[in-house]
């Protein structure tokens, strides 16, 4: 069936530096690519996304990019600080509908100060 | 603030119990979805309606149930509960106009099967 791998599971970095995190889907279907950011005993939080026909797109710190032939997109984070330290999941949404959601497993963000 | 709730927000239970979770979506959203978060775990999609219908089923159990009501509310009901049900449940919603994928997490329910 369907699947979405998320890569790394967990990943370390030093405030400042930049972390990347990749999500590969398999449904050919997929045209909406989200990014969610969850928080200790919080609910996942929309932080940036990307439709197929984009290749590309920026908030501030965040990115996120997209490789439709290759079926992969990515979250780029610059200039990391401890409040993004968090768990950040990628999905892959087939619209209109949302139908078939997926999620890749998650990757466990640690800011260190 | 997403706009979404649910209640409640924790619930303990013993086995084979059956109980009820609510959500109601952001005003004006159409979908509703459930998923489930075991411990250290992803997000698993439960099910997913549409204006009062149902629109997509993930991997929900034959013991767990769902329904969107009129006024767009939701109800989960997990019955004959086993330990291994003790998890996070979230509800999101969607699709104000045009079936957006964009989905709004409400803050969960954390259920506790002893």
């Known amino acids: 069936g369907e699947n979405v791998e998320q890569h790394p599971s967990t990943l370390s970095v030093q405030e400042g530096d930049s972390a990347v995190i990749k999500c590969t889907y398999s449904?050919?279907?997929?045209?909406?690519f989200p990014w969610y950011k969850q928080e200790l005993g919080k609910g996942p939080q929309l932080i940036i996304d990307?439709?197929?026909?984009?290749g590309e797109k920026k908030d501030q710190r965040i990115a996120v990019t997209l490789n439709k032939t290759a079926k992969h997109f990515s979250l780029h984070i610059t200039e990391t600080q401890p409040e993004d330290s968090a768990v950040y999941f990628c999905?892959?949404?087939?619209?209109?509908?949302?139908?078939?959601?997926?999620f890749g497993a998650g990757t466990r963000l640690f800011v260190k100060a | 603030d997403s706009g979404v709730t649910q209640t409640p927000k924790h619930l303990i239970t013993a086995t084979g119990q059956r109980v009820t979770l609510r959500c109601s979506p952001r005003?004006?959203?159409?979908?509703v979805y459930w998923y489930q978060q075991s411990l250290d775990q992803g997000l698993q999609f439960l099910i997913q309606?549409?204006?009062?219908?149902?629109?997509a089923k993930g991997n929900i159990l034959e013991r767990f149930s769902a329904q969107q009501f009129p006024d767009l509310h939701s109800e989960l009901n997990l019955s004959s509960l086993e330990l291994g049900d003790s998890a996070l449940y979230f509800c999101?919603?969607?699709?104000?106009?045009?079936?957006?994928?964009?989905?709004?997490f409400g803050p969960g329910t954390r259920l506790t099967v002893t």
């Open positions: 309606y549409y204006n009062g219908e149902e629109r």
């Open positions: 990307i439709r197929s026909n984009v």
């Open positions: 449904d050919s279907a997929s045209n909406y």
């Open positions: 999101a919603s969607s699709a104000k106009t045009g079936g957006s994928g964009e989905q709004y």
């Open positions: 999905a892959a949404i087939r619209e209109p509908g949302g139908f078939k959601t997926i």
């Open positions: 005003s004006g959203d159409l979908s």
